[in-house]
Nanobody, 119 residues
Framework: QVQLVESGGGLVQPGGSLRLSCAASGFTFSSQWLNWIRQAPGKGLEWVSSIDSTGGGTYYADSVKGRFTISRDNAKNTLYLQMNSLKPEDTALYYC????????????WGQGTQVTVSA
């Protein structure tokens, strides 16, 4: 019963900021790497960021490096993505994901939260 529920998306102007959250349940949160993946209109899935189980190791796509920050609060079973200096090309449906486990070849995905960057 793995559950990942994203929230925090919305409409923001270019240059603005937004913080996404992902509430997780159904697994040992503190033992898992987690990812943010997005899909822009008319485009395929794009990996955005990953974080290791402790939060000490973070990784970013070149397109968001320096602007986005991934973090986690293991005590709250919550993953975050702080997005600053947003650009129109950041417009996408953002998914919180857990890497593939046995029986889950595509990993576990939330329902997504929509981020729209527009003036």
């Amino acid at each position: 019963q793995v559950q990942l529920v994203e929230s925090g998306g919305g409409l923001v102007q270019p240059g603005g900021s937004l913080r996404l959250s992902c509430a997780a349940s159904g697994f040992t949160f503190s033992s898992q790497w987690l990812n943010w993946i997005r899909q822009a209109p008319g485009k395929g899935l794009e990996w955005v960021s990953s974080i290791d189980s402790t939060g000490g190791g973070t990784y970013y796509a070149d397109s968001v490096k320096g602007r986005f920050t991934i973090s986690r609060d293991n005590a709250k079973n919550t993953l975050y993505l702080q997005m600053n200096s947003l650009k129109p090309e950041d417009t996408a449906l953002y998914y919180c994901t857990r890497p593939q486990n046995i029986g889950e070849p595509f990993g576990s995905w939330g329902q997504g939260t929509q981020v729209t960057v527009s003036a």
